[in-house]
């Protein structure tokens, strides 16, 4: 026939992926390199939005319209990455007030400092500003006043979460950074703070014990007195002599690496402090209206929210002169602070700049978005199951995960769901009317601590291996919480008593008592020696004989053959015990009677 099967043959075949488990929300290896790719591709696109050339002639008026077009503008090319070419872009910032402040803070600075996160300097570092501050004319910006003449410099925030290795593999990927002449340098606030507050209990310590030896009038000018003193001066000098070399995280291998490379140290406060007025510009060049050149370096720190700019200049100063938060954003407004007679810090609110991103899910773990505020958890949860070990992740939380195997349909490694119920189950989180384990307050919890790097994860430089890259971490987290009690499997109230005594042996038997527990014994002797084999059945409620075993249905004589251990019995007893159980059974009644019915007055007519 010329019947026309074109429907028929219009067959399309759906194949399932092979790995069934793999989060929707993440992309797989192949389309990983592709973004990649892709964005390696788009660099030159992404900008940092300029501040349009201006001179002391133009009116304030004329200015503010400028910015406001150039921003505009700006918005309009980032708009069509995003709508377009489809190109998933980090949450930049979108108001013209906070860029202005970083123009303010770049014209006032004479050394520009780019602060960076060790785990991911190169999510966190911004190379179309460095260019930017090359482009700054003159000693206020104003145009045609001179080329560019301020410096950059890369502070890698946070090295004491590296090792030293690690420290000295990325130096290979920095080498397109130095041939920008753009150096860069390894620094821990969270460190110079520790060191500086031990440096001061010691002090207070020694304080008191002079203090303390002062019982009597005579024992005033005793010379044990300036002893004490110069003891704790020379405390004093050895921590800051030593504050360098402290590294409190790792320092296994720091003397073979620092040998082989001076440029991996960690710079203490001091050094850190040299190295900025080493690398600044010549201030003579940086003159005002008047003449005159500028007194004092101006420094101007700069970066992504929470990457510790603030706690920076806490551990320059000493002291905590910068509120500081673990919420991205604390700092609002650029502000001028006094280090020394020849240094000023410029502190510039945390900017969030136009870079590409694979996933929204990777943005989170970065601490780019918000955790508090995040819709969905699974994706970010996927990517700390997928970078912490199994071991680590259960040593670290106490807890016990169990992967699907694949014929349960997984892939024999565990899942962010695995994860978080057992976090949730050991914590207690659940959900309100349910009593479900809360997976979302647990990913909260979790999230956090792989962002305050409680779970410790350093992104590697290109083309290392993730897995070579934190071996050596993992493995240094392990040892740090070796020995933790494990979290219980299920929850236990508050005051319940969950100590279990030693194994002590009962009654003279062939068997040793080494390995047995209390419970365990206990069980042993309950089901050996006080139940018959013929009655193993379970105990529960919510059947016909509420209290009273059942482990099967019992409705049919064949399913009487054998006991509920598996012992084979006699057909003639099967038959029996089958009549005997329905007999005995009592059957529910369905009969509903109604309340008897009562006259009941409506109340009207006593309005």
Known sequence: SQIDYSERRNVRVIQQSADASHNPYLLSEAEEKTALKKHQDNKARLRVPRRPAWTKSKTPAELDRQEKAAFLEWRRELARLQEEDNFLLTPFERNLEVW??????????????????????????????EDYVADVEGPEGEKGTGKGMRRSLLLINKADLLTSKQRFEPLQAYVAVLAHGIQYAFFSAAQATAIQEARQAALLRAQERVIATKGTEGEQDDPSDSSELEGVSDLDNSYMSSSDDNVS???????DIKELDPRCRVLSVLQLEELFERKAPDLSAFTDPFGKSSPKLTVGLVGYPNVGKSSTINALLGDKKVSVSSTPGKTKHFQTIHLSDSIVLCD????????????????VCDGVLPIDQMKEYTGPISLVVQRIPKKVLEATYGLLMTAKGIEEGGNGQISAENLLIAYAIARGYTRSGQGNPDEAR????????????KLLFCHPPPQIPEKEFNSETHGLSLQRVAGKKNAPLTRVSKNADTFVPSALPTAPSMLPALGQGHKSRALDHEFFEEKALSSGAVYAKGVVYEGKPFSRGTAFPHQHSVTNIGTVIEPKFARIASVLANNDRELSSKKHK?????????????D
């Not at 647990?442 to 790097?453: C, F, G, Q, S, T």
């Not at 109604?594 to 006593?606: A, E, I, L, T």
């Open 594 to 606: 109604k309340p008897k019915r009562v006259k009941q007055r409506s109340g009207r007519g006593y």
């Open 348 to 363: 510039c609110p945390g900017l969030v700049f136009p870079q590409f991103a694979t996933t929204k899910a990777e943005l």
């Open 442 to 453: 647990a990913a909260r919890y979790i999230l956090k601590d792989y962002v305050n790097a």
């Open 249 to 255: 995280y790792f320092s296994a291998d720091e003397a």
């Open 100 to 129: 202005r402040q970083l123009w303010r803070v770049l014209e006032r600075s004479q050394l520009i400092v780019q602060i960076v996160d060790a785990r991911n300097p190169l999510r966190f570092r911004c190379e179309d500003l």
